[in-house]
């Protein structure tokens, strides 16, 4: 499985960016999939997940200010991130995940909030 993510960048503090991702080379519907970041120094975390059930899950500082959508038959996952802050800067990664089976990453999108 390959995962390509697209749609990082530089915004100022307030700014909305779309975050995107495409699976290929799979052949079975994914159980979860979700967006992951990674700031200079610090862990990777969850900011964003669903589930082939219906689920969604977010982390609390991203609430009400993300959004995730895609299909996880179709292998496509997005991140609608609006009012941007500072502290939101990180590179984020898409994953996908089939339970017992694979666990897939993207390689990565920066995205910089600045003024």
């Known amino acids: 499985v390959q995962l390509q993510a697209s749609g990082g960048g530089l915004v100022q503090p307030g700014g909305s960016l779309r975050l995107s991702c495409a699976a290929s080379?799979?052949?079975?519907?994914?159980?979860?999939m979700g967006w992951y970041r990674q700031a200079p120094g610090k862990q990777r975390e969850m900011v964003a997940l669903f589930s082939n059930l219906g689920s969604e899950e977010y982390r609390d500082s991203v609430e009400g200010r993300f959004f995730i959508s895609g299909d996880n038959a179709k292998g496509t996952v997005s991140l609608q991130m609006n009012d941007l802050k500072p502290e939101d800067t990180a590179v984020y990664y898409c994953?996908?995940?089939?339970?017992?089976?694979?666990?897939?990453w993207g390689q990565g999108t920066l995205v910089t909030v600045s003024s």
């Open positions: 080379g799979f052949t079975s519907e994914f159980h979860i």
């Open positions: 994953n996908a995940l089939r339970i017992g089976e694979s666990n897939s």
